[in-house]
């Protein structure tokens, strides 16, 4: 049974940082693209960030400058730095797997072609 297990969630300030971490089996990190997607009340889900295996990024525009995504090979880890947090980055986040670790661009992130997800965590922007 596959395994995503988000962590990092939380509450902030407007303008403070949180770090994501999302920890999978080595099979998982080892062969899929992985990514974080949110998901705010009333609202559709949307890509925010995505790795390949290559560990090219890629993210949407309304994060760009200010998120980062990376992998830690020691841990099979993907984590994402949110810094310059605003009120509207309040979202439930999901981290993600997607077959064919060698995704690139828009494709990254869309949420139809990831097949596995975590359960969630909160993260809250207050202003």
């Known amino acids: 049974q596959v395994q995503l297990v988000e962590s990092g969630g939380g509450s902030v300030q407007s303008g403070g940082s949180l770090r994501l971490s999302c920890a999978t089996s080595?099979?998982?990190?080892?062969?899929?693209?992985m990514g974080w997607f949110r998901q705010a009340p009333g609202k559709e889900r949307e890509g925010v960030a995505a790795?390949?295996?290559?560990?090219?990024?890629s993210y949407a525009d309304s994060v760009k400058g200010r998120f980062t995504i990376s992998r830690d090979n020691a841990k099979s880890t993907v984590n994402l730095q949110m810094n310059s947090l605003k009120p509207e980055d309040t979202a439930m986040y999901y981290c993600?797997?997607?077959?064919?670790?060698?995704?690139?661009?828009?494709?990254?992130?869309?949420?139809?072609?990831?097949?596995?997800w975590g359960q969630g965590t909160q993260v809250t922007v207050s202003s």
């Open positions: 080595g099979y998982i990190y080892s062969s899929y693209s």
């Open positions: 993600a797997a997607a077959p064919g670790g060698y995704c690139s661009g828009s494709w990254c992130l869309r949420s139809s072609g990831y097949n596995y």
């Open positions: 790795i390949n295996l290559n560990g090219i990024p």
